[in-house]
């Protein structure tokens, strides 16, 4: 099993930042990825970046140019930074992480942390 603990949500005016962390623990199997996706009300829950172990990145068509996705491996940690926020961005921001113990993968989702932009 892999616990991810999600911080850093909260209320920001349009155009401003917030820095979401996610930390994995519980688990000696290799994280291969971690990532965001979010879900607004009504909406399905959608990618919007993630991070392989090698760092390769991946972001949704709508956040790119203002989101980025890091991860430190030393503390299985993965940040998203979010600038020039959108109303649009408003939704509850859920963490991912995809785990393999090199027979099978296993994907695990944090509690989410809700993120609201004003206009």
């Known amino acids: 099993q892999v616990q991810l603990v999600e911080s850093g949500g909260g209320l920001v005016q349009a155009g401003g930042s917030l820095r979401l962390s996610c930390a994995a623990s519980?688990?000696?199997?290799?994280?291969?990825?971690l990532g965001w996706y979010r879900q607004a009300p009504g909406k399905q829950r959608e990618l919007v970046a993630s991070?392989?172990?090698?760092?390769?990145?991946n972001y949704a068509d709508s956040v790119k140019g203002r989101f980025t996705i890091s991860r430190d491996n030393t503390k299985n940690t993965v940040y998203l930074q979010m600038n020039s926020l959108k109303p649009e961005d408003t939704a509850v921001y859920y963490c991912?992480?995809?785990?393999?113990?090199?027979?099978?993968?296993?994907?695990?989702w944090g509690q989410g942390t809700q993120v609201t932009v004003s206009s």
């Open positions: 991912r992480a995809e785990a393999t113990n090199y027979r099978s993968t296993y994907g695990y």
């Open positions: 991070i392989t172990s090698g760092n390769s990145t």
């Open positions: 519980g688990s000696s199997y290799s994280i291969k990825m």
